[in-house]
């Protein structure tokens, strides 16, 4: 009987010259016509990928401070306290804490927490921080829009986010991670590719007699594929009457709680569509509303609580 498979552990020879001969065979294959035989790497310019710094230091900044406040909770249970809230008068608190058996805390583990409240404000200021700059630099972007394209300073990240929270429902954080990831340098083709990105594309399976959905690919980038979802919840509150959201409410509505969950992840992928043509062609998604349709301005929009749970991380 011939062999049909190949263990992969199987030893193959791999050296440069080899793997320079597949290469330019590749190459020569997609000179030739064949669009299959390799994919081309789009690379960021360096202004865009400088944009990218902004958001990536806010997303490694915010995990350090989860840490942070996780690890004092871990410490104050291991005490057998556990209602505990971490705020400013936390140090002056924690002088006064007793273990569950009513001991003292003891003065190293004080010190530690200490330490680790120190390093959880330093996170918080600086999230602060970022958080700021990027306000600034999307207020920059809004104070420029009648001027000529030669006569901006602002970047384009900056102005396609300020473009972006024109949107009710889409806050700053959204905004400009959704500009600097997808829509402000990559030359996306099709809605295909840009759910693509986000791995939210259908993997159907279909052999023979069966037939089935196996779920989306979750194949591209994770940050944004959950990131999409969040805004796909929150344009449900703030912007009930879109057309987006009336499809959801007729196709998945019904009650369940497994139905939503499977329905919001199509309106995420929907959503991200309809986003890519607003910023490309400045296309309202159909029925939905401007935040200066609800008697805001842009600099009050900003000063309004977060929109989505990346917003209320911040």
């Known amino acids: 009987m011939p062999r049909l498979w190949r263990s992969r552990r199987r030893r193959r020879p791999k050296t440069d010259r080899i793997d320079v001969q597949k290469i330019v065979t ?37 995990n350090e401070r989860t840490a942070h406040s996780n ?18 008068t936390f140090p002056s608190r924690l002088e006064r804490l007793h273990t569950a058996d009513g001991r003292p805390l003891g003065q190293q583990l004080r010190e530690r927490l200490l330490r ?17 700059q990027q306000a600034q630099m999307i207020r920059r972007a809004a104070k420029e829009i009648e001027k000529s394209p030669s006569e901006r300073r602002s970047p384009r990240a900056a102005v396609i ?12 954080v959204t905004a400009w991670t959704l500009s600097t990831e997808v829509f402000s ?41 959950v990131l999409m979802i969040e805004i796909a919840w929150s344009w449900l509150i703030h912007q009930s009457g879109s057309e987006l959201t009336k499809w959801y409410e007729r196709r998945f509505n019904d009650g369940t709680k497994r139905n939503r969950k499977i329905g919001i992840v199509a309106l995420a992928r929907k959503l991200l569509v309809a986003l890519g043509k607003y910023v490309r062609d400045g296309e309202i ?10 008697k805001f301005t842009y600099q009050q929009a900003l000063k309004l609580p977060p929109t989505s749970s990346a917003d209320v991380a911040a």
């Open 185 to 225: 340098w990559r030359d996306i083709a099709n809605r295909r590719q840009l759910a693509a990105l986000a791995g939210l594309t259908p993997t159907p399976h279909a052999s023979g007699d069966e037939e089935k959905e196996q779920g989306i690919s979750k194949s591209g980038r994770g940050e944004l594929r």
């Open 26 to 62: 590749a190459l020569m294959r997609w000179k030739a016509g064949d669009r299959f035989a390799c994919r081309m790497i789009r690379i960021p310019a360096a202004e865009a990928e400088d944009a990218r710094n902004l958001n990536r230091e806010m997303r490694t900044i915010k």
């Open 161 to 172: 986010a300020e473009h972006l929270t024109t949107l009710a429902g889409i806050g700053p």
């Open 285 to 294: 998604p159909a029925g939905a509303k401007l935040k200066s349709e609800l």
């Open 71 to 88: 690890r004092i909770k871990s410490l104050l249970v291991t005490q057998g306290i556990t209602d505990m809230m971490i705020e400013s």
């Open 116 to 132: 680790e409240f120190e390093r959880l404000a330093l996170a918080t200021e600086q999230i602060r921080q970022l958080q700021m």
